[in-house]
């Protein structure tokens, strides 16, 4: 069966400082991946997405980027994080052929 | 432009009383929907989905959801709440008719079940 996973589980990072998000996925070959942040436990904003190695889609300009180098892996970044964005973090995959979307168990991230 | 609404941010039902969470849409072609449900601090996970067929779609946990093409909705029913059902419900649709491979997700509907 597949499994997502993501960590850190939490983070707390002081402003300016770089940040490194991970997350990969067990037990399915080329699915498209997605990055999304939930701020104040509501709405969800897609960041990024991709369907194959090396191809991301952004969504939102931001001081944020994302790679995938490898299949099954896939990473969020910063350079200099800001205060605004504290969020919790979401990773989540999709077979293709298929339509539903299964999430991981999401990053806290809080920046002072 | 394409979207998907949850009108109501909160809704409270009395325990083994009959829920409704809202959801309407708005994008062309066939739409493919989905209800996700959030517990805190937890990954969303999937409820249920409508692609093609049966309007009435069966979900986890007793959850079941009706696809009503003319008034564009896909509302979230459970004939019996439990207290354990309070969660943070998201409808959503697919965006892949489209050529991408997103979701528009709504705002999310917090429930709330009372013992």
């Known amino acids: 069966s597949q499994t997502i996973h993501q960590w850190p589980a939490t983070l707390v990072q002081p402003v300016g400082s770089p940040l490194s998000l991970e997350c990969t996925v067990e037990?399915?070959?080329?699915?498209?991946l997605y990055w999304y942040r939930q701020a104040a436990g509501r709405g969800l904003q897609l960041l990024f997405y991709?369907?194959?190695?090396?191809?991301i889609s952004s969504e939102v300009p931001q001081n944020l980027s994302a790679s995938r180098p490898q299949d099954r892996q896939f990473i969020l970044s910063s350079k200099k994080l800001l205060l605004s964005d504290s969020g919790f973090y979401l990773c989540?995959?999709?077979?293709?052929?298929?339509?539903?979307?299964?999430f991981g168990p999401g990053t806290r991230l809080t920046v002072t | 432009a394409q979207s998907v609404a949850q009108p109501e941010d909160q809704v409270n039902v009395a325990e083994g009383n009959p829920l409704t969470v809202k959801c309407t849409y708005s994008?062309?072609?066939?739409?493919?929907l989905f209800w996700y449900v959030q517990y805190p601090n937890r990954g969303l996970q999937f409820l249920l989905k409508?692609?093609?067929?049966?309007?009435l779609v069966k979900g986890s946990y007793g959850f079941e959801a009706e696809f009503n093409k003319s008034q564009t909705s896909f509302h979230l029913k459970k004939p019996s709440a439990l207290v354990s059902d309070s969660a943070l419900y998201f409808c959503?649709?697919?965006?892949?008719?489209?050529?991408?491979?997103?979701?528009?997700f709504g705002t999310g509907t917090r429930l709330k079940v009372l013992a």
């Open positions: 989540a995959w999709r077979n293709r052929g298929s339509y539903e979307q299964y």
């Open positions: 037990g399915t070959s080329n699915p498209n």
């Open positions: 991709s369907v194959g190695i090396g191809q």
């Open positions: 994008v062309s072609g066939n739409p493919y």
């Open positions: 409508y692609i093609t067929g049966d309007n």
């Open positions: 959503a649709v697919d965006l892949s008719t489209s050529g991408t491979y997103k979701y528009i």
